[in-house]
């Protein structure tokens, strides 16, 4: 069985400020990963995903993550962030075969602050 | 594109008494997901179809939960006799083929047992 690990449930970062959520996961074959957000009162939105090929991923908004297999991580990273950012974000894994049924971790709450 | 559609988005049920929620997933996605997301559990799958037929409920309660998938523009979730521990907002979600391809999400619906 696959399991995620998001290590930080809140973060608050200033405006302008660069940001790192961090990402561990445990499965017994390299998953594919993602990562969602989600704001108040709203569904779970992709904000990207990696399956293979290049570790370092781009996503919408600015936003990038990096795939270890060496360290089991996929950690999310933006380089300044805006008010706007201010959400819910989720890893994700799903491991091929399942469909795509996917296991989330706990989320980090992330507040940005002017 | 509406998205995935899930009515209501609020529902309120007395103790005992019995919840159904809906979701009208994607105009042509064949796979369909609920999760359960709570403060304390986080993001829980409870279960998935695939071109109407259950694939995987390993998720689900044992008892008191059903989900059924009678065509391919709707889906429900039923919560007979239900208790307190059941309040949590219920994520439906779609995808165009169960292969870890892109799965997007409903806005919810938030049911509170009272």
């Known amino acids: 069985a696959q399991s995620v690990t998001q290590p930080d449930a809140r973060v608050t970062v200033s405006e302008g400020a660069s940001l790192q959520l961090r990402c561990k996961y445990s499965s017994s074959v390299t998953p594919y990963l993602f990562w969602y957000v989600q704001y108040p009162r709203q569904g779970l939105q992709l904000l990207l995903k990696?399956?293979?090929?290049?570790?370092v991923v781009q996503g919408v908004n600015g936003f990038e993550a990096e795939f270890s297999k060496s360290n089991s991580s996929f950690h999310l990273r933006k380089a300044s962030v805006h008010w706007s950012d201010s959400a819910v974000y989720f890893c994700?894994?799903?491991?091929?075969?399942?469909?795509?049924?996917?296991?989330f971790g706990k989320g980090a709450k992330l507040t940005v602050s002017p | 594109n509406a998205g995935v559609i899930q009515t209501p988005r609020h529902k309120v049920t007395g103790k005992g008494q019995e919840a159904t929620l809906w979701c009208e997933p994607i105009?042509?996605?064949?796979?369909v997901f609920w999760y359960r997301q709570t403060i304390v559990q986080g993001l829980e799958f409870l279960t998935y179809?695939?071109?109407?037929?259950?694939?995987?409920d390993s998720g689900m309660p044992k008892e008191r939960f059903s989900a059924q998938m009678p065509n391919q523009s709707h889906s429900t979730l039923k919560i007979q006799s239900t208790q307190p521990q059941d309040s949590a907002v219920y994520l439906c979600?779609?995808?165009?083929?169960?292969?870890?391809?892109?799965?997007?999400f409903g806005k919810g619906t938030r049911l509170t047992v009272v």
């Open positions: 179809f695939r071109n109407q037929a259950p694939i995987d």
């Open positions: 105009s042509g996605h064949s796979a």
């Open positions: 979600a779609s995808s165009l083929t169960g292969a870890n391809t892109e799965v997007f």
């Open positions: 990696y399956y293979s090929g290049d570790p």
């Open positions: 994700a894994v799903s491991i091929q075969g399942t469909g795509s049924k996917l296991s």
